[in-house]
């Protein structure tokens, strides 16, 4: 298991990494679509919807996000339309998804559970298009940093759960292992690309560093809604196309919350 799980990984960053730097950007949108796509179907498996509707959610779902890649990215006069989208998703990302959490999301109608699945990877692939190649590979490069200090500070340290009736291996010690190193890694960003070193400096590096604490929590939150989404249905995975990894859903949790407030904190730093 944990061979096919760190191949798979090394084949996944691979073929990212290359349709991230080296496909024109018209054919990642495709690439981009597709995973959407195929998110969704296992995101309504996990509704319950089955067979046709199934298919039918996943159709509307890349539908939708082929619609507002056609008429929010070609050009900057439908930046704030953009932006309006990320901020959608950020208000659903850091007060919709907590307060769903604590309320329970075993509780909610399964026609609510398909809309929030329209919320949560709209916004992602738009944003995964928009971003440049190498600020998609900074956020991620974020999210994947929090995932794995996480998981070796929970394991070196956790004790008190963090969320036991949606996800037992979470611990607060994860959390802040979390923290701590996407702070670091915030801070090595901030000294080593150049765009962001000529925008921050004083004050600025408080809400800069702030900023990566957010993301580090948000990606957090993405981990434990679909975590719950999977608890609701009775399954571990939401798939099983990821040899040792599960499903699509599974790799994609964390970016899903991360990419359109990371897009949106972005925007706010580099303009």
Known sequence: MLLARVATAALLLAVFLAANFLLARPHFAVLMTLV??????????????AG????AYSALVGGLLVTLMLALLPGDGARGAANAVMI??????????????????????????????????????????ALPPADLLALLGLVWL????????GRAFGRRKLAPTISPGKTWAGVWGAVLATSAYAIICAVSIPTLASRIEGRGWVAYVSGAVLLCLV????????SALKRQAGVKDSGRLLPGHGGILDRIDSATATLPVGALLLHWILI
């Open 219 to 226: 990606s957090i939150v993405g981990d434990l809604f679909e």
């Open 52 to 55: 046709a509707a199934a298919l």
């Open 36 to 49: 959407i796509a195929a998110a969704a179907y296992e995101w309504a498996k996990l509704c319950r919807l």
């Open 146 to 153: 929090a995932d794995s200090a996480a998981y070796f500070a």
């Open 88 to 129: 959608a998703a950020g208000l659903f990302w850091m007060v919709v998804a907590p307060v769903w959490l604590w309320r329970g999301v075993a509780a909610q109608p399964r026609a609510l559970l398909a809309a929030a699945g329209i919320a949560v990877l709209v916004p992602a692939g738009l944003a995964a298009v």
